[in-house]
């Protein structure tokens, strides 16, 4: 048994950070909103969606003129990553501020509204795709230059090019980020504002521009996220969203909400734990437990980390603000 | 969307509550939005244009045929509601659906409520008759027949010992895969592993899993439905598995081949009980008029459905007659479908005490590399009773 694990382990931990790398970036969406706002954006979820699904459509109608796999794939990139985050911003502009300007105080309004709005976008999806195409599952096409697969320390890792593509960029984007929140101004108004609202905008920052920025960052992040989870996994359908999402979100809490390193962590630890529980479970308990058991393990996991460390792996305890 | 949708039904189903005494309606109740969506159409269509074909001489017996087709949404709630509705509209005197199992049983028992026929075209969950309704009837083969023909063709045929067994947790994709598995060990194969997933997207553990397991499967078996099967045989090819796999009717879709990719999917077996047009040579002329009328290829699901529905009509035309030229009750619909022995295009349909085709025909199949699934080639066709039938 020792030996079937082992013979498989390069290769699993290897496919636990491709969906760790997933789940960061989507878990950073969820943590800078609830930075700046305190608020759990349930529909990040969709965000995710969208950018998969952007990613879909232009490959599905650049790849006959884009010769290049590779800018084909920048195109995706970016075009996903612009129109998630631009949804990101105008959902924040007709859904979370015209709650906040009426000094809603209830906490659950606004959690109530983001739900509502995720449903909302998931049929949206359903119904522009299903008019457009008559399509439920959409297929990212298959592009010969980012399929290829080469066999790493004699066959222990098979890996595919778009699997290096989707860490690289990952990566890049991890790093872009904690760059911009920690050297750029606006970085510094994003964390004013996540530190105190109304003292930051006493000091000459607009906290709706700020926040409208911190959407727009963590949306085209979750954007990203899906073109790169389209490319890796395939089809997509309008809720594909919801389980990467509610996991994204499960890392960013794992890590310690608010906080930016902790969602990294985060969303690779518990990439690892279902991947790793995904593949080992039948092993480990002789075939008694299946696949299906992965979320369970992983989860238990989460819940024995966080009664250890309640404010997550990297959060710090805050006192209340008065 | 959903909800708009049931409330358009609603009011619609509202409005018709009413009854009239010279329409005749029947309704189809198969999955026309969502993952399923595919083959829930083919049902539709197949019923619809069986129903359309016989308007006319309806309308010489003085009634106005109607097709009702509402959409189960593959899901047993949305399947149960709908079975309410079609109950309160009194001129539906029968029902051609469902796609799934696990929505056919309990909307089965909302139609027993009024003895309103049911004729299945693609149930194949032993459950569908083993309850013994008398309005419940199916077409199509069971899986306690389905899986061992297909676990037979793996271990006789093609030599395989080892399995790696998947499904997707269903009544339908566990009930064929524990089949399959019961027979592949009585005949001394053995089950590598025997795994279920809900998954849709990342399959890379099982794929992981597939690589490490020993001794090293042969087959993979997969029962469930093609939009997962699809994104499994793709990420598992792509990661350079080439182990042959099998799976049930539940892939018998081209859209199976669109979401695995042609070279992906080519090779693979697949056990039906809705041939393809090919294995049906009458089926020709009316798949011809199928493309003609609504532009898509006819698939085996499609001509089910038809002879579901010429089940029902041909049920409706006798009960018509005995009731003296008066519209029939739904009882009498009921049996007189027990009684009918028909020609249809699958060959002759009559049922046993449970409902069962007397002779169902299960196919083995393999999937072509063109990425045309009417390409796909027929291997056998096996003609068996259902276990325990009279």
């Known amino acids: 048994m020792l030996e079937q694990i082992l013979a498989l382990l390069p290769q699993v931990i290897f496919d636990g950070f491709i969906l760790g790398f997933v789940y960061a970036m989507v878990a950073l969406g969820y943590t800078m909103v609830y930075g700046v706002l305190e608020l759990i954006n349930f529909a990040h979820s969709e965000i995710f969606m969208i950018g998969a699904v952007v990613g879909v459509e232009v490959f599905r109608y650049l790849a006959p003129h884009v010769d290049s796999g590779f800018l084909l794939l920048l195109l995706a990139l970016v075009l996903g990553g612009a129109v998630a985050g631009v949804t990101a911003i105008l959902v924040e502009r007709f859904a979370y501020r015209p709650l906040r300007k009426r000094g809603t105080t209830n906490r659950l309004v606004p959690l109530i509204t983001a739900i509502g709005v995720s449903f909302i976008l998931q049929d949206l999806v359903r119904l522009v795709e299903g008019l457009w195409h008559n399509e439920f599952f959409l297929r990212m096409r298959t592009v010969e230059d980012l399929e290829g697969s080469v066999e790493l320390f004699g066959g222990a890792i098979f890996a595919q090019t778009k699997s290096f593509i989707l860490m690289g960029v990952s990566i890049l984007m991890l790093l872009g980020l904690t760059y911009l929140v920690n050297r750029t101004k606006l970085g510094v108004a994003i964390r004013a504002v996540a530190q105190d609202l109304s003292t930051a905008s006493l000091m000459g920052i607009d906290p709706d521009r700020i926040i409208s920025r911190t959407f727009l960052i963590g949306g085209s992040l979750g954007g990203v996220a899906g073109v790169l989870f389209a490319l890796q996994y395939t089809t997509i359908t309008p809720y594909v969203g919801f389980l990467p999402g509610l996991k994204a979100f499960t890392a960013a809490v794992l890590g310690g909400i608010g906080n930016i390193p902790g969602a990294m962590l985060g969303g690779l630890v518990l990439g690892q734990l279902e991947n790793f529980f995904g593949t080992y479970l039948p092993i480990l308990t002789n075939g008694n437990f299946g696949t299906e058991y992965k979320d369970v393990v992983a989860f238990l996991i989460l819940i024995l980390i966080l009664l250890l460390r309640p404010q997550g792996l990297l959060g710090q305890v805050v006192k209340e603000k008065v | ?390």
């Not at chain 2, 009585?186 to 794929?207: D, L």
């Not at chain 2, 083995?364 to 009279?390: C, F, H, Y």
Request: glycine residues 10%; proline residues 5%; hydrophobic residues 40%.
């Open chain 2, 1 to 390: 969307m959903r909800k708009i949708g049931l409330l358009v039904a609603g009011v619609a189903a509202l409005g018709m509550a009413l009854g009239q005494a010279n329409v005749i309606k029947i309704a189809t109740q198969s999955p026309l939005s969502g993952p399923q969506a595919a083959l829930g159409e083919q049902i539709k269509l197949g019923a619809e244009l069986a129903v359309e074909e016989a308007k006319a001489k309806f309308k010489a017996l003085g009634f106005d045929l109607v097709l009702v087709p509402y959409d189960d949404q593959a899901n047993p709630d949305v399947g149960v509601a709908n079975a309410n509705r079609i109950i309160n509209d009194p001129d539906i005197l029968g029902v051609v659906g469902h796609l799934n199992s696990g929505v056919a049983i309990p909307s089965s028992e909302v139609y027993a409520r009024v003895n309103l026929v049911m004729v299945s075209p693609a149930n194949t969950n032993p459950r569908v008759t083993d309850r013994r309704l008398p309005n419940v009837n199916r077409i199509c083969g069971r899986d306690d027949v389905q899986g061992p023909v297909g676990a037979e063709y793996a271990f006789n045929n093609l030599k395989v010992k080892n399995v790696f067994i998947i499904h997707d947790k269903t009544a339908y994709g566990q009930g064929l895969a524990e089949e399959f598995r019961k027979r592949l060990e009585a005949m001394g194969g053995r089950a590598v592993a025997f795994v279920g997933t809900e998954e849709t997207s990342n399959f890379v553990p099982i794929i992981n899993q597939i690589r490490g397991a020993r001794p090293v499967p042969e087959l993979i078996y997969f029962g469930g439905i093609y939009s997962q099967i699809g994104p499994f045989v793709k990420q598992l090819r792509e990661r350079g598995l080439k182990t042959r796999l099998m799976g049930g009717d539940g892939l018998d879709s081209s859209e199976f081949v669109r979401l695995a990719g042609a070279q992906n999917a080519a090779g693979t077996f697949y056990t039906t009980v809705a041939g393809p047009v090919s294995a049906f040579p009458k089926a020709r002329a009316v798949a011809q008029r199928f493309k003609q009328r609504y532009g898509k290829d006819m698939e085996g699901f499609g001509i089910y459905a038809y002879d579901s529905a010429q089940v029902i009509l041909t049920a409706l035309e006798a009960a018509i007659k005995a009731n003296g030229g008066r519209k029939p009750t739904r009882e009498q619909v009921s049996q007189e479908v027990r009684k009918v022995k028909l020609e249809g295009l699958t060959g002759t349909i009559e049922f046993d005490d449970k409902g069962d085709n007397k002779k169902a025909k299960y196919f083995v199949m393999q999937v072509a590399s063109t990425g045309n699934w009417a390409d796909n080639k027929l291997i056998r066709v096996i003609e068996m009773a259902a276990p325990g039938s009279r």
